[in-house]
């Protein structure tokens, strides 16, 4: 009788205290992005989600710091890697345990500057020629949006918009003292030497600079979201003139509003930019690799991601010519 109700009293007597796996975690918080934000790996916050990307763990901060609203995010390994980004106000005692151990969420410290102003100024425009070439970015065949177009090279003055392969196919507004005009990025100028800015067409540099006589202009640059193919985007497109081969592909991806591709694989290889323009090469290793249902992905500088299958990309036809 003595042992039951000793056992009676141990199931009845209150717990004074939280059991130990009932405690919430401490996450081992640190200063991120030159302070910009607080993160700890292994945690999240309940809902309030605003959107996701497939990105990287390392970007995922930046990618909130960028993003209009976002007050928070989470990164997990779901999809290859997506960032979570959330709005609204939160405390760093609310975040969750998450049992992905690769997770990683973090908050904004305080509500991030405006963005500085995206057009570079100063920069030297010059009259390249009555039209494009077929050589630099080799744009593909197609019903384009914008009639004017542009070859950008590497001076100082164009700070971010220093020529890279990924400015290929990016649509640019131009002011050089005339009427401000977007320009397609068709082709490169004076790679290896910063004395070009925007080598402008006949009829661009005769829009931007009000029809002044062939010269060096001062401009002003500002990348746009505009897209500069007509329709919807984005569109994976072969090549001009690579053809359709199983073995070896050379693809790219336009109308993107604006975002930077960086990297891109195809069928799980790993694409190279070919120089002087933004296509991306990819080469199977003597295996038929690049045909119909093979994944393609085309990843961008802020975080972002467009998937493809390989018989989604058009052909690229004859290199379309601006005049």
Excluded at 65 to 79: A, D, K, L
Excluded at 112 to 134: I, K
Excluded at 171 to 194: F, H, M
Excluded at 245 to 268: D, E, H, M, W
Aim: glycine share 12%; net charge neutral; hydrophobic share 35%.
């Amino acid at each position: 009788m003595r042992s039951l109700l000793i056992i009676i009293l141990a199931l009845t007597t209150p717990v004074f205290g939280t059991p130990k796996h009932r405690r919430a975690k401490r996450f081992d918080w640190q200063d991120g992005n030159n302070g910009a934000l607080t993160w700890a790996n292994q945690c999240d916050w309940n809902g309030s989600d605003m959107s996701n990307v497939q990105s990287s763990g390392e970007d995922c901060g930046s990618i909130c710091i960028s993003t209009g609203g976002c007050t928070h995010f989470t990164w997990t390994s779901y999809n290859s890697g997506t960032c979570w980004l959330k709005k609204g106000s939160v405390s760093l005692d609310q975040a969750i345990y998450n049992s992905d151990p690769a997770s990683v969420c973090g908050m904004l410290k305080s509500t991030p500057p405006p963005p500085v102003d995206p057009t570079v100024y100063n920069v030297p425009g010059t009259r390249w020629a009555d039209s494009t070439d077929s050589g630099g970015c080799q744009m593909p065949a197609g019903n384009y949006a914008i009639n004017n177009a542009l070859a950008l090279g590497q001076s100082s003055s164009l700070g971010y918009l220093v020529w890279k392969n990924g400015l290929c196919g990016q649509v640019v507004k131009v002011d050089c003292g005339g009427t401000a005009v977007e320009a397609v990025v068709a082709s490169t100028c004076n790679l290896g030497s910063g004395s070009c800015g925007v080598d402008m067409i006949t009829p661009t540099w005769n829009i931007a600079t009000g029809n002044k006589p062939p010269g060096v202009a001062s401009c002003s640059v500002q990348l746009t979201q505009t897209n500069p193919l007509s329709g919807s985007g984005p569109v994976c497109y072969i090549r001009p003139n690579s053809g359709s081969q199983a073995y070896y592909a050379s693809l790219g991806v336009f109308n993107v509003a604006g975002r930077i591709p960086k990297s891109a694989t195809a069928a799980g290889v790993n694409g190279a930019f070919q120089a002087g323009s933004g296509w991306f090469d990819f080469n199977a290793g003597g295996q038929p690799l690049f045909t119909g249902s093979a994944p393609v992905v085309f990843y961008f500088e802020d975080g972002s991601s467009n998937s493809f299958e390989y018989s989604d990309c058009k052909d690229g036809g004859q290199v379309h010519i601006w005049s």
